[in-house]
């Protein structure tokens, strides 16, 4: 603490990512990063784009990425924005829609940056409590005063709602901006961005980050009304008017384009994802049925956090949250199959070690 | 305007970037881009990027590149903030630093990013206006109530602040942050980074935009006592956990690298910005000393819109200000030498042919 602080940085609790060692020791299934690489076609636009324009600066409108990116969702270019990753994209969203003295609702369990923007913007939040199962009590969330913030499949835990009830928690919604968190919703998971022409107060976000391998680069959408689309631009234009580097507007360009690359990479963590579920059930765990790159699990014999720490120990990275109703559980990324081969084989050692 | 809209995005009047045109028909001089290409040991550490590590996420600390920085300027590595951007950086440098009831100076001529991010971040702000010659009167930026922010080199006239001035105006805001944007100090002023070890609240601003010809990029960095990066990173934290892209990482760690190419290509910024200043006089601009890599420059017989018209019908792009007591000044940024040589026969030929 330091008497040069801003009231702001005394108060806040910053969101605490995902360890991102650098020794690279370990299998890491810690950050729900993808565990195939970008698409080629991805890697070579990136190297095209490495020339003398980059003394330039690049498009502050990123005409070009939104108007690709349109045509994938089948939306107009003035219904899409860009930001530095989902995460800017998300704090821009709370700036431009939520208000001090109108609170916000999101469940008890999910992204956990989502109270730290709250903090940081000094919005109300009301926090309603998920189910017994983790489920959403969706009626708890109509009528909000201020706002709804969603991850949509479920932060930590994968599970999915259906459309119907985005649909319904938006309509019950209609004085204020209700957001879906897509993060994950290319692994299994029906998008709302079909609902936006039918929703003025509706906003999708979405990443590059994990279905299309690009964590690395940090790429977010926001998907809505263009009346919404043009609040997050004034609050863009009002902070940093080039959030995106010409190298990341190139690489996010081609992704979109090489469609089929992203498709076969989804489709195959979808497929060891439910194989891993399968094999992890057998040995006894609860696994709660994810339509994301992760699976939430829990076992009756050993606690979550032992787990975690003698996965640890092997070699594997998972994550663990330290927090009442889910430190029963861990949530493991997928990785390729010959990672989750390892891990697999690890646990039922490890489990097998613990009932000696 | 839409009632979905927060009251900040009602009230904020976003910054307004100067046109990036697409048909690259124009000499661009209205951005202060650098005129050469990025150092070709830079263009080639992002080709080696481009790989697979691209899946994962970067490393949210930019460990590496602070230690590069740090060395580069003699500093700690905790002494070494970067963002997306020096404009990512002022902004979150505002939400650290400065409170809503108290009010920070700025002078009324100056970058015209600073009443914005004030609006967008309600912080209050008392306007120092600059003396007739545009110079800043230094005793009215002393004892201010919540800080101060100056560029240094002047935005947008190019006027260096000598550096016992600056030494004056920290010690005389001991009880709050001042901030010294230095985006154009590489060419040719001195830099304040020498004074963070005697003063806890000085924050020097820095970037790679221009003098390391990467504003395509997108990095900034602050430099300034370790409890004031601490506090930056607190908002960053809460804000974006990674800002900066994993090729961007290595663009910036090969560009401190490479030094003698940025030492090389700053000098013929300046041996050419001298050189145009020189033949502007010649023909009867008044001409602002410059310390950037632009000049300031008014004529008193044509109007500096008219001109502005003029050279952009001949495809030179340059900066016309239209605000009280710079309306009558052209902001023209440094190219290469054959660019200002078709800069300063175009403008020797329209000054004859409003003359007729």
Known sequence: MSRYWSSIVKNIEPYV??????????????????????SPRVLEAIRRAAGEDLRLYPDPDCSELRETAAE?????????????????????????????????????????????????????????????????????LYKSRGGVIISNPKAPTGQLLPISSISKIVENN?????????????????????LIDSYPNLLVVQTLSKSRSLAGMRIGFALGDSSLIEALGRIKNSFNSYTIDRIAL?????????????????AKIICTRERTASELKDMGFTVLDSKANFLFISHPDVAARDLFELLRDKGILVRYF??????????????????MDYVLETIKNLLQSCRI
């Not at 950050?31 to 970008?38: H, S, W």
């Not at 897509?182 to 998971?189: L, N, R, S, T």
């Not at 190139?250 to 989804?266: K, L, P, T």
């Open 17 to 38: 990512p995902g360890e991102q060692p650098k020794d690279r020791k370990y299998i890491k299934l810690n950050t729900n990063e993808n565990p195939y690489p970008p």
């Open 72 to 140: 994938y969702y089948g939306l107009n270019k003035n219904q899409i924005f860009v930001g530095n990753g989902s995460d800017e994209v998300l704090a821009f969203s709370f700036m431009a829609f939520f208000d001090p003295e109108r609170p916000i609702l999101f469940p008890d369990i999910t992204y956990s940056f989502y109270p730290v923007y709250a903090k940081l913007f000094n919005i109300g939040y009301e926090i309603v409590p998920l189910d017994d199962q983790l489920n959403i009590p969706e009626e708890k």
């Open 174 to 194: 209609m004085d204020s901006v209700v957001i879906i968190d897509e993060a994950y919703i290319d692994f299994g998971g029906e998008s709302a961005a079909g």
């Open 250 to 266: 190139a690489a996010a360009n081609e992704s979109f384009r090489d469609e089929e690359y992203f498709r076969s990479v989804s």
């Open 322 to 339: 330290n927090k009442p109703r889910i430190d029963s559980f861990l949530r493991i990324t997928i990785g390729n199959d010959s990672d």
